[in-house]
C-alpha cells in the first residue's frame, strides 16, 4: 500500500512544542504543589502525613489536572508568545492560579472531605509561584542572552551609543535587545541632562552631554550612533549632528515627535542623517488650507509635471482634490513614474498623462482646446546653467518661446491662473539659462500689462513657424474672447535633491570613492527641499492679482563647500583624508553668489512671511514684445553667435561671464 502523497504530515511547530512542555510541566508542577503543601504542613516529614490525606490527594489528582489543563487553555496560556510576555499574560495566569485553586478547595471538601486550611492556601501559593515562574523565566533567559550578546561574542556585533536617555532611547534600546534581527548593543548614553550623568539606563552608563560625545565614542569603540531626542529644535539637532559626525560613526535619526507620541520608537523608524539635518533650520510649513479652496475642483496643468519640481506640484496638488490633473511632459520615463505613483496613492484621481514639448504650438493648443485648464503651473524648462552655455538657442527656444507659446494658450482658452516657475538666476544673470528664465518673467509681465489695458489682443503671435495662424480663432474666423488670466512668476533658489543638483552629484562621487568636485571654496546657495519649495509656490499662487514676481525666503545661504565636507562625513569619510575635495574652478556662467531680486527691485509683504512680492524693473512692454520675435528669428536660426547678443540687448541685466 503506497502512501498518499497529498496527505499531510502534522508537523509540531515551535509554539506546539513550547505549548506541549508547558502542558507537562504544568501537570507535574501544580499536583506537586499541593503535596509540597501538605508535607509542610507535618514538619517536612513525610511518615506523619496522615494516610487519609495522601490517599485524598492522590484520588483527585487526575481530576484536577484535567481541570487545570482544561482552564489553562481556555486562559490561552499555551498560545502566548511567552518572549514577549507582559501584564496581560501576568493576569491571566494569576486569574487561572485563581480560578483552579478555587475548583481544587471546592471538589476536594465536597469529594473527599476537609483537609488541612494551610494545604489549600499554600498549595495555591506555590501553584501560582511554579506556573509563573516558568512562563518568565523563559523571556527572562532570551533578554539575558541578547543582553549578553549569544553568549559574550560580540564578533559581527555594531556597538551603538544613543544621544538621548528619555524615553525614546530607553525604548529604542528595548527594541535592539529584543529583536533577533538586529546585531546592535548599545554601549552607553549621552544627555544634557546634568541629573542623570554618572548613572545607568537598564545597565547603560550615561556618560555625560553632548561634548562627550567624541571622547566616549573612542573610549567605548562606538560604530553607530543614534539620536533619540524627538522632541529636539532643528538647531539643536544640528549642533549635536555636528559633533557627531566628527566621530566617523554611522548616524541615525529619529525623524520627530509624531513617531514618539504614536509610538512608533523602534529602530526600523530611525533614518539616515541627511544633508538637511544640517542645515538646522526648521521645516517650512505652509498653512495649506487656501491652497486647498483654491485648487479643489479645478481642472489643473502642470507643464514639465515630471520633473523634481513639476512632480511633486502633482502630488501636493493631488492631495487637495482638484477636479482633474494634467500632467505635461517631453520626458516619457519621468512622466510614467509619476503617474504609477499617483495611480496607487490616489485611485479615484482623475488624471492625464500627455506628452509633448511646450515648444511645439499646435500641440500646447490642442492640449488647452481639449482639456480647457483652469489653473497652469508652469514648470517646463531647461535648468542646466553649463548645458545651456554650450546650447544657448535651445534654451531660449525651450524657456522664453515655450513659455510664450503656453501663456498665450492659456490666455486664449479661458485659463483663471498663470504660475511661472522661476528662479534666483534671473536676476542680474551671468548665464544664459538665468537669462531665459528673467526672459520668461518679462514675458508673464507684458501678458499681465496687456490684460489690464485691454489690449490683449495686441500680443504678437509667435506661431507661423509651426504651421499655426490665427491662433486666437476658432475654425468659423471668430476671434476668442481672450480671458482675464492672472500671470505670475515665483522665484526661488536650489532644491536639495532634485534631478542634476549637488548633493545627488556629491554622493555619486563618494560612491565612487572621490574626488568629490567644487566649483569655487567660497560659492554660496541658497537651499530649500522640493516639499518645501513647492508649498509656497502653491501657496503663493493663491495670492496672486496679476504681474507679481513672488520671492520665497530661502533663508540662510550655504557654502557647497561646507556642504560637500558634511556629506563626507556623514558617510563616514575624512574630507581630505579618504575623499579629497578637489576645486575646477567656476563654469562659464556661474555666480558665486545667487541673488533674491534686482538691485533696483524692493519687497512687499504678503500675508505669509516666507512669500514676498518683487517690485519689478518697469521696461517698455511693447518695445520687448517687439524685439521677442527677432529673437525668436535668431533662436530658430541657431545663430548662436548672435543669440547672446540678442539676449543682452532685450535684458539689461544680463552680463555674460
Same mark, same amino acid.
Given at each position: 500500500?503506497?502512501?498518499?502523497?497529498?496527505?499531510?504530515?502534522?508537523?509540531?511547530?515551535?509554539?506546539?512544542?513550547?505549548?506541549?512542555?508547558?502542558?507537562?510541566?504544568?501537570?507535574?508542577?501544580?499536583?506537586?504543589?499541593?503535596?509540597?503543601?501538605?508535607?509542610?504542613?507535618?514538619?517536612?516529614?513525610?511518615?506523619?502525613?496522615?494516610?487519609?490525606?495522601?490517599?485524598?490527594?492522590?484520588?483527585?489528582?487526575?481530576?484536577?489536572?484535567?481541570?487545570?489543563?482544561?482552564?489553562?487553555?481556555?486562559?490561552?496560556?499555551?498560545?502566548?508568545?511567552?518572549?514577549?510576555?507582559?501584564?496581560?499574560?501576568?493576569? @491571566?495566569?494569576?486569574?487561572?492560579?485563581?480560578?483552579?485553586?478555587?475548583?481544587?478547595?471546592?471538589?476536594?471538601?465536597?469529594?473527599?472531605?476537609?483537609?488541612?486550611?494551610?494545604?489549600?492556601?499554600?498549595?495555591?501559593?506555590?501553584?501560582?509561584?511554579?506556573?509563573?515562574?516558568?512562563?518568565?523565566?523563559?523571556?527572562?533567559?532570551?533578554?539575558?542572552r541578547a543582553h549578553h550578546g549569544d553568549g559574550g561574542d560580540e564578533?559581527?556585533?555594531?556597538?551603538?551609543?544613543?544621544?538621548?536617555?528619555?524615553?525614546?532611547?530607553?525604548?529604542?534600546?528595548?527594541?535592539?535587545?529584543?529583536?533577533?534581527?538586529?546585531?546592535?548593543?548599545?554601549?552607553?548614553?549621552?544627555?544634557?541632562?546634568?541629573?542623570?550623568?554618572?548613572?545607568?539606563?537598564?545597565?547603560?552608563?550615561?556618560?555625560?552631554?553632548?561634548?562627550?560625545?567624541?571622547?566616549?565614542?573612542?573610549?567605548?569603540?562606538?560604530?553607530?550612533?543614534?539620536?533619540?531626542?524627538?522632541?529636539?529644535?532643528?538647531?539643536?539637532?544640528?549642533?549635536?549632528?555636528?559633533?557627531?559626525?566628527?566621530?566617523?560613526?554611522?548616524?541615525?535619526?529619529? /525623524?520627530?515627535?509624531?513617531?514618539?507620541?504614536?509610538?512608533?520608537?523602534?529602530?526600523?523608524?530611525?533614518?539616515?542623517?541627511?544633508?538637511?539635518?544640517?542645515?538646522?533650520?526648521?521645516?517650512?510649513?505652509?498653512?495649506?488650507?487656501?491652497?486647498?479652496?483654491?485648487?479643489?475642483?479645478?481642472?489643473?496643468?502642470?507643464?514639465?509635471?515630471?520633473?523634481?519640481?513639476?512632480?511633486?506640484?502633482?502630488?501636493? $496638488?493631488?492631495?487637495?482634490?482638484?477636479?482633474?490633473?494634467?500632467?505635461?511632459?517631453?520626458?516619457?520615463?519621468?512622466?510614467?513614474?509619476?503617474?504609477?505613483?499617483?495611480?496607487?496613492?490616489?485611485?479615484?484621481?482623475?488624471?492625464?498623462?500627455?506628452?509633448?514639448?511646450?515648444?511645439?504650438?499646435?500641440?500646447?493648443?490642442?492640449?488647452?482646446?481639449?482639456?480647457? /485648464?483652469?489653473?497652469?503651473?508652469?514648470?517646463?524648462?531647461?535648468?542646466?546653467?553649463?548645458?545651456?552655455?554650450?546650447?544657448?538657442?535651445?534654451?531660449?527656444?525651450?524657456?522664453?518661446?515655450?513659455?510664450?507659446?503656453?501663456?498665450?494658450?492659456?490666455?486664449?482658452?479661458?485659463?483663471?491662473?498663470?504660475?511661472? $516657475?522661476?528662479?534666483?538666476?534671473?536676476?542680474?544673470?551671468?548665464?544664459?539659462?538665468?537669462?531665459?528664465?528673467?526672459?520668461?518673467?518679462?514675458?508673464?509681465?507684458?501678458?499681465?500689462?496687456?490684460?489690464?489695458?485691454?489690449?490683449?489682443?495686441?500680443?504678437?503671435?509667435?506661431?507661423?513657424?509651426?504651421?499655426?495662424?490665427?491662433?486666437?480663432?476658432?475654425?468659423?474666423?471668430?476671434?476668442?474672447?481672450?480671458?482675464?488670466?492672472?500671470?505670475?512668476?515665483?522665484?526661488?533658489?536650489?532644491?536639495?535633491?532634485?534631478?542634476?543638483?549637488?548633493?545627488?552629484?556629491?554622493?555619486?562621487?563618494?560612491?565612487?570613492?572621490? /574626488?568629490?568636485?567644487?566649483?569655487?571654496?567660497?560659492?554660496?546657495?541658497?537651499?530649500?527641499?522640493?516639499?518645501?519649495?513647492?508649498?509656497?509656490?502653491?501657496?503663493?499662487?493663491?495670492?496672486?492679482?496679476?504681474?507679481?514676481?513672488?520671492?520665497?525666503?530661502?533663508?540662510?545661504?550655504?557654502?557647497?563647500?561646507?556642504?560637500? @565636507?558634511?556629506?563626507i562625513k556623514l558617510s563616514g569619510f575624512r574630507p581630505d583624508v579618504?575623499?579629497?575635495?578637489?576645486?575646477?574652478?567656476?563654469? /562659464?556662467?556661474?555666480?558665486?553668489?545667487?541673488?533674491?531680486?534686482?538691485?533696483?527691485?524692493?519687497?512687499?509683504?504678503?500675508?505669509?512671511?516666507?512669500?514676498?512680492?518683487?517690485?519689478?524693473?518697469?521696461?517698455?512692454?511693447?518695445?520687448?514684445?517687439?524685439?521677442?520675435?527677432?529673437?525668436?528669428?535668431?533662436?530658430?536660426?541657431?545663430?548662436?553667435?548672435?543669440?547672446?547678443?540678442?539676449?543682452?540687448?532685450?535684458?539689461?541685466?544680463?552680463?555674460?561671464?
Amino acid at each position: 500500500m503506497q502512501a498518499n502523497p497529498n496527505k499531510k504530515r502534522f508537523h509540531f511547530e515551535p509554539w506546539h512544542r513550547i505549548a506541549a512542555i508547558l502542558l507537562l510541566f504544568d501537570i507535574f508542577a501544580v499536583n506537586l504543589s499541593y503535596f509540597i503543601a501538605l508535607w509542610l504542613r507535618f514538619d517536612l516529614k513525610y511518615s506523619t502525613i496522615p494516610e487519609r490525606y495522601l490517599t485524598e490527594w492522590i484520588r483527585l489528582v487526575p481530576i484536577y489536572t484535567v481541570i487545570v489543563i482544561a482552564v489553562f487553555a481556555l486562559m490561552r496560556l499555551y498560545r502566548s508568545l511567552w518572549r514577549y510576555a507582559s501584564y496581560a499574560e501576568l493576569w @491571566r495566569i494569576i486569574a487561572a492560579c485563581v480560578i483552579t485553586s478555587g475548583l481544587h478547595t471546592i471538589l476536594s471538601r465536597v469529594l473527599f472531605g476537609r483537609m488541612p486550611i494551610s494545604y489549600y492556601v499554600i498549595g495555591a501559593g506555590i501553584q501560582l509561584v511554579a506556573t509563573i515562574g516558568i512562563r518568565f523565566a523563559y523571556r527572562f533567559l532570551l533578554l539575558m542572552r541578547a543582553h549578553h550578546g549569544d553568549g559574550g561574542d560580540e564578533h559581527g556585533i555594531s556597538r551603538v551609543m544613543i544621544v538621548g536617555a528619555g524615553s525614546a532611547g530607553q525604548m529604542i534600546m528595548r527594541d535592539i535587545r529584543r529583536s533577533k534581527s538586529i546585531h546592535d548593543k548599545v554601549v552607553c548614553f549621552i544627555d544634557d541632562d546634568a541629573n542623570k550623568w554618572s548613572r545607568f539606563l537598564d545597565g547603560v552608563p550615561i556618560i555625560g552631554g553632548r561634548e562627550e560625545i567624541l571622547t566616549a565614542a573612542e573610549k567605548y569603540g562606538v560604530d553607530k550612533i543614534y539620536l533619540a531626542i524627538p522632541s529636539a529644535s532643528a538647531e539643536a539637532r544640528r549642533d549635536i549632528l555636528n559633533i557627531c559626525k566628527e566621530t566617523g560613526c554611522a548616524l541615525k535619526n529619529l /525623524p520627530g515627535m509624531y513617531q514618539f507620541v504614536l509610538g512608533d520608537v523602534s529602530v526600523s523608524a530611525m533614518r539616515d542623517v541627511s544633508v538637511e539635518d544640517l542645515l538646522g533650520r526648521e521645516p517650512i510649513r505652509a498653512d495649506m488650507e487656501e491652497v486647498y479652496r483654491f485648487v479643489t475642483d479645478k481642472v489643473v496643468l502642470v507643464t514639465g509635471g515630471g520633473g523634481s519640481i513639476g512632480s511633486e506640484l502633482c502630488r501636493q $496638488i493631488a492631495a487637495h482634490g482638484p477636479k482633474q490633473l494634467i500632467i505635461f511632459d517631453i520626458y516619457e520615463n519621468s512622466a510614467y513614474t509619476i503617474q504609477l505613483e499617483l495611480h496607487e496613492k490616489y485611485p479615484s484621481l482623475d488624471l492625464v498623462v500627455l506628452i509633448g514639448s511646450v515648444r511645439d504650438s499646435r500641440r500646447i493648443f490642442g492640449v488647452f482646446k481639449k482639456y480647457r /485648464p483652469d489653473i497652469v503651473y508652469h514648470a517646463a524648462a531647461h535648468k542646466h546653467v553649463p548645458l545651456m552655455e554650450d546650447s544657448p538657442c535651445e534654451s531660449i527656444k525651450n524657456n522664453a518661446i515655450g513659455t510664450y507659446k503656453t501663456a498665450y494658450a492659456a490666455m486664449v482658452h479661458g485659463t483663471q491662473r498663470f504660475v511661472l $516657475i522661476s528662479t534666483d538666476k534671473a536676476v542680474n544673470p551671468t548665464n544664459i539659462m538665468g537669462a531665459s528664465k528673467r526672459l520668461c518673467e518679462m514675458i508673464i509681465q507684458s501678458f499681465d500689462a496687456k490684460i489690464k489695458a485691454g489690449r490683449a489682443a495686441e500680443l504678437p503671435q509667435l506661431f507661423t513657424h509651426d504651421g499655426v495662424e490665427n491662433a486666437d480663432k476658432d475654425g468659423s474666423g471668430r476671434v476668442f474672447k481672450l480671458a482675464k488670466t492672472e500671470f505670475v512668476a515665483v522665484r526661488f533658489g536650489n532644491v536639495l535633491g532634485s534631478n542634476g543638483s549637488v548633493i545627488p552629484i556629491f554622493k555619486k562621487q563618494i560612491a565612487n570613492g572621490g /574626488p568629490v568636485t567644487v566649483t569655487h571654496p567660497d560659492i554660496i546657495r541658497y537651499f530649500m527641499t522640493i516639499p518645501e519649495a513647492v508649498s509656497l509656490v502653491l501657496l503663493a499662487g493663491t495670492y496672486a492679482k496679476g504681474g507679481e514676481i513672488f520671492v520665497l525666503d530661502m533663508g540662510s545661504p550655504v557654502k557647497i563647500d561646507t556642504l560637500a @565636507r558634511n556629506l563626507i562625513k556623514l558617510s563616514g569619510f575624512r574630507p581630505d583624508v579618504d575623499i579629497k575635495i578637489e576645486y575646477t574652478g567656476l563654469r /562659464p556662467g556661474e555666480k558665486l553668489y545667487e541673488e533674491k531680486l534686482m538691485a533696483e527691485e524692493g519687497l512687499r509683504k504678503t500675508q505669509n512671511d516666507l512669500i514676498h512680492i518683487g517690485c519689478p524693473i518697469p521696461f517698455d512692454t511693447d518695445t520687448f514684445l517687439n524685439q521677442l520675435g527677432a529673437l525668436m528669428e535668431v533662436a530658430y536660426a541657431n545663430d548662436e553667435a548672435a543669440i547672446r547678443d540678442k539676449v543682452q540687448e532685450i535684458v539689461t541685466t544680463y552680463h555674460p561671464v
